[in-house]
C-alpha cells in the first residue's frame, strides 16, 4: 500500500509532456518573431532562434524544417488573432471591418515584421512560396469569397475586376508601409476603402 502511494505521488509530481512541449514550442514562436522585429530575415538563423528560446537546434527542427517556415508561423501567430474576417453581417460592413484590421496591424511593431517579411520576399525564393501559399492564398481566398457575397446582393457591380477591386484597397495600405513616407490611420483607411467602393460603383453601366 505504501509502494503504491509513494507511485501515485511521482506521478502527480512528474510534469506532463505535452503542456512542456507546447510551452517550448510558444517560446521559440516568440524569440523567432523577436529576431523579425529587430533583423533581417537574411542575419537570423535557427541556431539562434533556438539559443534566444532555450532550446537545442533538434527542438526546434522537430517542428520546422526551415527558418523560412519558422519566421512565418511565428507572424501568423500575431496576425491571425489580430486580423479575423467577420463570417455574419452585411459582407461589405465586414470587409471594411477586416481592411481596418489590417491597417492596425500594419501600425507598430507588427508592421515593421510585415514590411521586412515582405521586402525579404523580393530576395528570397523559399520565403516567398511559403508567404503566398500560407499568407496571402488563404486571405485572398476568404476575401474574394465575401467580395462575391456584395455582388450576389447588388452592393457591387457583377462585372467588376475582383483583382483590381482588392489591389486598388490593399494597395496604398502598402505603399505607406513600406515606404513609411505618412502614418496608416483609421481616417485614411476608411477614405481608401470608401472611394474604391464608390469608385467601382459608379463603373456599372446605367439602366
Same mark, same amino acid.
Given at each position: ?7 501515485? @505521488?511521482?506521478?502527480?509530481?512528474? +510534469? ?5 512541449? @507546447?510551452?517550448?514550442?510558444? #517560446?521559440? %514562436? ?5 529576431? %523579425? ?8 538563423? *535557427? ?24 519566421? %512565418? ?26 481592411? *481596418? ?16 517579411? %515582405? ?5 528570397? +525564393? ?5 508567404? *503566398? @501559399? ?14 462575391? @457575397? ?15 477591386? *482588392?489591389? #486598388? ?21 476608411? #477614405? ?16
Amino acid at each position: 500500500m505504501r509502494q503504491e502511494n509513494v507511485e501515485s @505521488e511521482c506521478r502527480a509530481k512528474r +510534469p506532463a509532456g505535452r503542456p512542456r512541449s @507546447e510551452a517550448s514550442r510558444a #517560446s521559440i %514562436l516568440d524569440a523567432a518573431y523577436s529576431f %523579425l522585429r529587430n533583423l533581417p530575415v537574411a542575419s537570423i538563423s *535557427l541556431l539562434h532562434i533556438a539559443r534566444k528560446a532555450r532550446v537545442s537546434s533538434a527542438t526546434v527542427y522537430r517542428w520546422w524544417s526551415t527558418k523560412e517556415a519558422l519566421l %512565418l508561423d511565428a507572424f501568423l501567430n500575431k496576425a491571425d488573432r489580430a486580423m479575423v474576417l467577420q463570417d455574419e453581417g452585411a459582407p461589405l460592413e465586414r470587409l471594411r471591418e477586416y481592411i *481596418l484590421q489590417v491597417g492596425r496591424f500594419f501600425t507598430g511593431e507588427s508592421g515593421i515584421v510585415a514590411a521586412r517579411l %515582405l521586402t525579404a520576399i523580393q530576395d528570397n +525564393p523559399i520565403l516567398r512560396k511559403e508567404f *503566398l @501559399e500560407r499568407v496571402y492564398q488563404p486571405r485572398e481566398k476568404e476575401i474574394r469569397a465575401v467580395v462575391k @457575397e456584395a455582388i450576389q446582393l447588388r452592393q457591387l457591380p457583377a462585372a467588376m475586376e475582383v483583382s483590381i477591386f *482588392l489591389d #486598388s484597397i490593399i494597395g496604398p495600405l502598402l505603399a505607406r508601409l513600406l515606404l513609411h513616407h505618412e502614418q496608416i490611420d483609421e481616417a485614411f483607411v476608411i #477614405s481608401v476603402f470608401d472611394r474604391v467602393v464608390a469608385g467601382t460603383r459608379a463603373q456599372e453601366p446605367a439602366g
